[in-house]
């Protein structure tokens, strides 16, 4: 049963309190989900525990499947807009948050050897942008990619605007972290993965680029791009512009490059 909320200092909804400042400082093997899309997806996934919600009144009815579906040791609490928007720190549109606790991050060895014969991985360089990598994610789960890698440098895709911006992805596609960026590439090439680096200047052009049958994809930052020691290891891919444009956003360039790659794969052989 939902359980009111009136005041905002409630010390039972001590983990919603000051939402964008706990953004900054982090939760202690926790995240919060937002918005309806998100909660939706974060109920489907076992990897995730959800500790509580918390709704504004005017969502209760909309979201009745879901509630019915969760474990009824899971507190649901409710305030109405006003009260919620307090508790928060800023007014939540949306609202509805829940938090939930983070799984333990396999090695990345363990990962990668879970992959299928046929995979698709994306790994990601530097990428301190939460709009960016929330983009990528919502690609990869899109364009079927089996994992995400990222570097000790790339921004955590579990922060909430990541996670609301991947509409998802960034619970759905199973990720880890790895030491560096040259140790990424030593792992997928140990697990038979064909890197390939996007790169302005890269030797090959994307459209004529045909996927082995396990392909990883490097993304870097816009800006710095992949470093040169990465690019001299791997295979060199490059999206043609027009214009005098020498790139795109990061996101963007997944997502042209993941529908490439996933849909070339899956084109018989001549």
Do not use: W
């Not at 959800?50 to 579906?69: H, K, N, P, W």
């Amino acid at each position: 049963m939902p359980i009111p909320v009136s005041d905002p200092d409630d010390p039972r909804i001590e983990a919603y309190r000051a939402v964008r400042e706990r953004d900054l400082l982090g939760r202690e093997h926790r995240f919060v989900a937002e918005g309806e899309v998100v909660l939706r997806v974060l109920a489907k996934q076992s990897r995730f525990r959800i500790e509580s919600l918390l709704l504004a009144e005017s969502r209760l009815e909309t979201l009745g499947d879901v509630l019915d579906a969760l474990s009824p040791e899971i507190p649901v609490y409710t305030a109405n807009r006003a009260v919620m928007d307090a508790i928060v720190g800023f007014p939540i549109h949306r609202g509805i948050l829940a938090v939930a606790q983070r799984a333990p991050l396999q090695p990345v060895e363990e990962l990668l050897s879970q992959m299928p014969e046929r995979a698709l991985v994306v790994g990601l360089v530097g990428l301190a942008n939460h709009d960016n990598v929330g983009g990528i994610f919502r690609n990869a789960a899109a364009f079927g990619a089996g994992a995400v890698l990222l570097d000790r440098e790339t921004c955590d895709p579990l922060y909430r605007k990541a996670i609301r911006v991947s509409v998802g992805g960034a619970l759905v596609v199973p990720y880890t972290r790895v030491a560096s960026a040259d140790a990424m590439v030593g792992a997928l090439q140990a697990a038979s993965f064909d890197v390939m680096a996007l790169s302005p200047p890269g030797q090959e052009i994307l459209s004529q680029v045909q996927p082995s049958r396990r392909t990883a994809l490097l993304l870097g930052a816009e800006g710095p791009g992949l470093p040169p020691s990465l690019l001299a290891r791997t295979r060199t891919v490059s999206i043609p512009m027009s214009g005098g444009f020498d790139s795109l956003n990061v996101a963007t360039t997944s997502g042209i490059a993941l529908h490439h790659l996933a849909s070339a794969a899956a084109r018989p052989a001549l």
